[in-house]
C-alpha cells in the first residue's frame, strides 16, 4: 500500500515536471512560427523603433550626433519631440520630387520586369520537367556573382565607348555613340536587370502549379489561345504577379547602388537622399524622418490591400 502511494506520488511528480517543461519549451509548431517573427523583430523592428526615435531627435555636434528625446533637468524630465522634419519633407520641393521619382522609377522597372518575366516564366513552366531545373538555374545563375560586379559590369556595356555602342556603330545600326551612361535610362537598364529574377520565380510558381486541363476545356469549347490566355492563365496567375511585382517595387524604391553608378547627377532616388544625409550631411535626424517616411510611403498600401486580399478571401468562402 505504502509502495503505491509512492509510485503514485512519483507519477505526479513526473506529470507535473513533464507540464512545466511543456509550458517553458514551446512546441514545434510554435518555434516554427516564431522563428520568423523573432528574426524580424531583431532585424526589422528594433533598428526600424531606433530609427524612428531619431527621426524626432534634433541634430547636434558630437557622438551620437542627434539630442535625447528625455533629458533630466532640475529633477524634472523633459521630453523634446522635434516634428520639424516632417514639415519640411511635406513642404520642400526637392524631397517631394525625389518621393515621386523614385516611386516613377520603381513603378516602370516593375512593369518591365513583368513585361520581360512573365513570358520567360511562361516558357519556363510549361517546358519539359526534365529542362526545368536547368532553366531556372539559368535565372538564378546572376545571384552566384556579386551585386555590386554586375552593375560595375553595366558601366562597361553602357558607356559611350562600352561595349553595346561599339557592337552598334560595327553593325552600322548607330553611327554615334547612344548616351546611355549616367542616365535614367541606364538606371533603368539596371533595374531591370537586377531584379528581373525576383519577377520570374514567384511567377514560374504559380504557373508551373496551374491545371492544364482547363486550357483544354477552353480549347474544346472554341476558345482563342488570347482568349483563353487572358480569361484563364492570366487570372490564375495573378497571385504570382502581385508577389513578383511587391518583390520588385519595394527594394526598387529605396535602390542606392545603381543610381549611384549609373544614373547622372540629376537623377533622384531617396536612396541617394538618405545616404547623402546619413553620411555626407551628417544629419540623422533628417535622414532618419526620410526613411521613416519611405517605409510609412510603401508598408501603409501593402497593409490596405493586405485588408482587402483577406476580406475577399473570407467572402469567397
Known amino acids: 500500500m505504502v509502495g503505491g502511494r509512492r509510485c503514485g506520488a512519483h507519477t505526479m511528480k513526473t506529470l507535473t515536471r513533464s507540464s512545466l517543461l511543456a509550458r517553458i519549451v514551446p512546441s514545434g509548431r510554435t518555434a516554427v512560427i516564431g522563428a520568423p517573427f523573432l528574426w524580424l523583430t531583431l532585424f526589422f523592428a528594433l533598428p526600424f523603433l531606433l530609427v524612428f526615435k531619431i527621426s524626432f531627435a534634433d541634430l547636434k555636434l558630437g557622438i551620437p550626433p542627434y539630442t535625447n528625446l528625455v533629458s533630466m533637468k532640475d529633477g524634472v524630465m523633459h521630453f523634446a519631440l522635434q516634428f520639424s522634419h516632417y514639415l519640411f519633407l511635406l513642404q520642400d520641393d526637392l524631397y517631394i520630387a525625389t518621393y515621386i521619382s523614385s516611386l516613377k522609377m520603381a513603378a516602370v522597372s516593375t512593369f518591365f520586369c513583368l513585361l520581360i518575366g512573365y513570358p520567360v516564366a511562361y516558357y519556363i513552366a510549361r517546358a519539359e520537367p526534365s529542362r526545368r531545373n536547368v532553366l531556372m538555374m539559368g535565372v538564378m545563375l546572376p545571384f552566384w556573382t556579386?551585386?555590386?560586379?554586375?552593375?560595375?559590369?553595366?558601366?562597361?556595356?553602357?558607356?559611350?565607348?562600352?561595349?553595346?555602342?561599339?557592337?552598334?556603330?560595327?553593325?552600322?545600326?548607330?553611327?554615334?555613340?547612344?548616351?546611355?551612361?549616367?542616365?535614367?535610362?541606364?538606371?533603368?537598364?539596371?533595374?531591370?536587370?537586377?531584379?528581373?529574377?525576383?519577377?520570374?520565380?514567384?511567377?514560374?510558381?504559380?504557373?508551373?502549379?496551374?491545371?492544364?486541363?482547363?486550357?483544354?476545356?477552353?480549347?474544346?469549347?472554341?476558345?482563342?489561345?488570347?482568349?483563353?490566355?487572358?480569361?484563364?492563365?492570366?487570372?490564375?496567375?495573378?497571385?504570382?504577379?502581385?508577389?513578383?511585382?511587391?518583390?520588385?517595387?519595394?527594394?526598387?524604391?529605396?535602390?542606392?547602388?545603381?543610381?549611384?553608378?549609373?544614373?547622372?547627377?540629376?537623377?533622384?532616388?531617396?536612396?541617394?537622399?538618405?545616404?547623402?544625409?546619413?553620411?555626407?550631411?551628417?544629419?540623422?535626424?533628417?535622414?532618419?524622418?526620410?526613411?521613416?517616411?519611405?517605409?510609412?510611403?510603401?508598408?501603409?498600401p501593402m497593409a490596405v490591400f493586405q485588408y482587402y486580399q483577406v476580406k475577399e478571401l473570407e467572402a469567397s468562402k
Do not use: C, Q
Open 146 to 300: 556579386s551585386f555590386l560586379i554586375r552593375v560595375y559590369a553595366w558601366i562597361g556595356i553602357l558607356k559611350d565607348d562600352g561595349l553595346l555602342n561599339h557592337t552598334l556603330i560595327a553593325l552600322g545600326l548607330l553611327h554615334t555613340p547612344m548616351r546611355l551612361y549616367h542616365t535614367d535610362i541606364g538606371v533603368y537598364i539596371g533595374m531591370v536587370y537586377s531584379y528581373l529574377p525576383f519577377m520570374v520565380m514567384p511567377l514560374y510558381a504559380h504557373l508551373v502549379k496551374m491545371d492544364l486541363t482547363l486550357l483544354e476545356a477552353a480549347y474544346d469549347l472554341g476558345a482563342k489561345p488570347w482568349t483563353a490566355f487572358t480569361r484563364i492563365t492570366l487570372p490564375l496567375s495573378k497571385n504570382g504577379i502581385i508577389a513578383g511585382s511587391l518583390l520588385v517595387f519595394i527594394p526598387a524604391v529605396g535602390e542606392y547602388v545603381i543610381p549611384e553608378l549609373l544614373g547622372g547627377a540629376d537623377t533622384l532616388m531617396i536612396g541617394r537622399v538618405m545616404w547623402d544625409e546619413f553620411f555626407n550631411n551628417m544629419d540623422w535626424p533628417m535622414a532618419s524622418a526620410v526613411t521613416v517616411a519611405m517605409v510609412v510611403l510603401l508598408l501603409v
